[in-house]
C-alpha cells in the first residue's frame, strides 16, 4: 500500500510527507527538489508582479479576460457576442497545452503523453483523442503547434481560447478565423493589454481590488536584511507601476526603513526577463523623483535600473552564481531560462499549492481506500498470471474455472477502484483534477517545477518566514527498483 500511495502523490505531497515524517510539529511551506543553503546565499533577486506583490488572481484574471475580449471586437473585428464571454475560473489550470491547430486543451504528463483533453468547453473522450492524436504522446517542443499555459497570469487565455473554440464550432461562429489564428489573436491581445497599459491602469486605479498587502513579506525582508541578505528586484514592469505598487504593498509595513528604496539594493525595471538572463543589453539608469533615464556605462552600484542582462549585474555585484537565489512565479520567463543561462539559484512561487495541498488532505480517505484495494487486488493478479501461464506452457486447462474465478474478483474490485479515483479526483479541479499529475504520472508542469526550480513554495512570505540561515534538505528518492525491494 505503501508504494502505491507514494506513487501516486505528487511532488509536493511527497515532499511535505517526508518533511513531516522527520519532525511532526513542523508545517512544511517551502517544498525542495535541490539542496539549498540559505547561510551562504548573499543576494535574494525578486520578480515583482505575483511575486513581490501579490495579485487577487481571480480578480486580475477576470480583468484580462475582458479585456482581451474587448480588444478582439475592436481590433481584430470579431463577432459582439463575445463581449458577453463570462470568465470561469475552473475552465483552466496552470500547466496545460492549447494545441494551436486542433482547437484542443490538453493535460500533459512529463513525458507528452495525454492524460485529458478538451475541445472548447466540451471534454474528448479517450476514443476520440486516439483518432485525433493516433499516439497519446505529442512534441511539446513544436512552438508552431503548441502554446503551455505555464503562469497563473495565463489561465484567462486558455479559457478565453477554449470558448471561442466553442463559438467556432456554433452557427454564430462562421465569421471567426481558425483555430490557430483564434489562439495567435488572444495571445496578442492579452501581450498588447499590458503593453499598452489596459490592465495596468486599471489596476492603477483599483488597487484594493487587484493587490493584496502582505505585511509578511515586509516583515521577512527586514528580518532577513538584519543577517546581511541583500534584496534586488528584476521586473518586466517600467519604473512607474513598479513604483506605484511598491509604495502601496511595501512602504505601509516598513518598521526598520523609511522606504523600499532602502530596502532593495538593486531595482531594475523593464528587464524584459526572460531576454535579460541571456542577452546583454545595455542598463539605463533611473531617476526616483523623476522616472527620467540617462545612459549608464559604469559599474553598477546601488539605485534603480532599466533593462541591461544578468550577466553584468552579477560581475559588477562580484558575487558568483551559487551566491543569488532568484524567486519568481513564472515558470519560462524567471526559472527556467535563469537556470539554462545562469547558474543562479532558483525558487518558484506557486500560488496554486495552498488550496491543492488541502485538497490532498480531502481526498486522503479515497487514496487510502484505493491503496487498500491495490493490496486486495496484486496477490490475485498474479495468481492469474501464473495460472494462464501454466495453460500456455503447459497446456493445462485444469484450473480455468479458477481463472474465470480470478478475473471476476479483480473486475470488482476495479470498479470499486475506478469509482474511488472519481471520488477522489472531484476534490480538485472539477474539469483537470491535480495541478502537479496527470493521472498516475507528474504532469509536464510539475516536470518542470520539479527540473528548474531549486525550491518552490505558495507564496514569498513562506520562504521568508524560515530562518535566514536555513539549510533547505532535498529529500532522498527512492528508486523504483529500490521501492520494490522495499528500501526506500
Known amino acids: 500500500m505503501k508504494r502505491w500511495i507514494l506513487s501516486s502523490m505528487s511532488l509536493a505531497q511527497q515532499t511535505a510527507i517526508s518533511a513531516l515524517s522527520q519532525n511532526s510539529n513542523s508545517s512544511v511551506k517551502v517544498f525542495v527538489n535541490r539542496t539549498l543553503n540559505m547561510r ?25 479576460h475582458q479585456t482581451m475580449c474587448k480588444k478582439l471586437v475592436e481590433q481584430k473585428n470579431y463577432p459582439a457576442a463575445v463581449l458577453n464571454l463570462k470568465f470561469d475560473v475552473n475552465l483552466a489550470v496552470r500547466g496545460l497545452v492549447i494545441d494551436k491547430k486542433k ?17 472548447g468547453t466540451k471534454p474528448i473522450d479517450f476514443q476520440q483523442q486516439q483518432k485525433l492524436y493516433k499516439s497519446t504522446y505529442i512534441d511539446l517542443s513544436d512552438a508552431n503547434a503548441y502554446a503551455a499555459i505555464d503562469t497563473a497570469f495565463s489561465l484567462s487565455v486558455a479559457t478565453l481560447y477554449a470558448q471561442l473554440v466553442e463559438i467556432k464550432d456554433s452557427p454564430a461562429g462562421e465569421t471567426l478565423p481558425d483555430y490557430e489564428t483564434i489562439s ?8 498588447l493589454s499590458h503593453r499598452d497599459g489596459s490592465l495596468k491602469n486599471e489596476v492603477a486605479r483599483n488597487l484594493d481590488k487587484y493587490i493584496i498587502k502582505d505585511p509578511d513579506v515586509v516583515r521577512g525582508i ?6 546581511d541578505k541583500k534584496f534586488f528586484i528584476v521586473t518586466n514592469s517600467d519604473f512607474a507601476y513598479s513604483k506605484l505598487l511598491l509604495d502601496y504593498a511595501i512602504n505601509p509595513f516598513l518598521k526598520d526603513h523609511k522606504d523600499w528604496t532602502e530596502v532593495f539594493e538593486y531595482v531594475v525595471t523593464l528587464a524584459q526577463k526572460p531576454r535579460f538572463f541571456w542577452d546583454t543589453l545595455r542598463f539605463l539608469k533611473v531617476d526616483g523623483q523623476t522616472g527620467a533615464m540617462t545612459n549608464f556605462d559604469e559599474s553598477l552600484k546601488p539605485g534603480l ?30 526559472i527556467l531560462r535563469l537556470k539554462k543561462d545562469c547558474n543562479w539559484r532558483t525558487a518558484l512561487v506557486v500560488e496554486e499549492l495552498d488550496s491543492e495541498i488541502e485538497n490532498y488532505k480531502k481526498a486522503q480517505p479515497f487514496s487510502k481506500e484505493i491503496g487498500a484495494l491495490m493490496d486486495k487486488k496484486e496477490p490475485l493478479e498474479r495468481q492469474l498470471v501464473d495460472l494462464i501461464t501454466k495453460r500456455i506452457e503447459a497446456s493445462d486447462d485444469s484450473n480455468e474455472s479458477r481463472v474465470q474465478e480470478l478475473q471476476n474478483q479483480i473486475s470488482d474490485i476495479d470498479k470499486v477502484i475506478s469509482q474511488n479515483i472519481k471520488k477522489q479526483q472531484s476534490v480538485f479541479n472539477p474539469h483537470w483534477g491535480e495541478i502537479m499529475r496527470a493521472g498516475n504520472e507528474e504532469s509536464y508542469f510539475a516536470t518542470q517545477v520539479d527540473r528548474y526550480a531549486c525550491v518552490y513554495m505558495p507564496k514569498l512570505s513562506d520562504l521568508l518566514d524560515y530562518s535566514p540561515r536555513t539549510y533547505f534538505r532535498a529529500s532522498r528518492r527512492p528508486l523504483a527498483h529500490e521501492l520494490a525491494l522495499g528500501l526506500d
Not at 49 to 61: I, N, P
Not at 222 to 227: G, L, M, S, V
Open 40 to 64: 551562504k546565499i548573499k543576494f535574494i533577486g525578486l520578480d515583482m508582479d505575483h511575486t513581490l506583490v501579490r495579485y487577487h488572481s481571480h480578480a486580475f484574471e477576470e480583468l484580462s
Open 103 to 119: 482547437g484542443n486543451l490538453l493535460k500533459v504528463s512529463r513525458h507528452g503523453g495525454i492524460r485529458a483533453s478538451y475541445h
Open 184 to 191: 495567435l489573436d488572444v495571445i496578442e491581445m492579452l501581450d
Open 222 to 227: 527586514e528580518r532577513f536584511k538584519k543577517h
Open 305 to 334: 535600473y532599466q533593462g541591461g542582462g544578468a550577466a553584468k549585474f552579477a560581475k559588477d555585484l562580484g558575487v558568483e552564481g551559487d551566491d543569488i537565489v532568484y524567486i519568481g512565479d513564472h515558470i519560462y520567463g524567471d
